[in-house]
């Protein structure tokens, strides 16, 4: 991924957020920004957010 398709956001769910939020996707923006691969802080980001829910119909 380029560097300049990569935005910075403090808070991805304002409100929300958690330490891993912030520690490991700030591990995962570098790595993006330096050509880095970073699963294992990819999973553990992804792992952490809760499910979006889609509204009853």
Known sequence: ???EHVQRR???RPGLAT???HRA??????GR????PTPACE???????P???TPAK
């Open 25 to 30: 996707g700030e591990l995962v923006l570098l």
């Open 43 to 49: 999973r553990v980001v992804a792992a952490a957010r």
């Open 10 to 12: 403090a808070c991805p």
């Open 1 to 3: 991924m380029a560097a």
């Open 51 to 53: 499910p979006v829910r």
């Open 19 to 21: 330490e891993v939020d």
């Open 33 to 36: 920004l330096h050509g880095v």
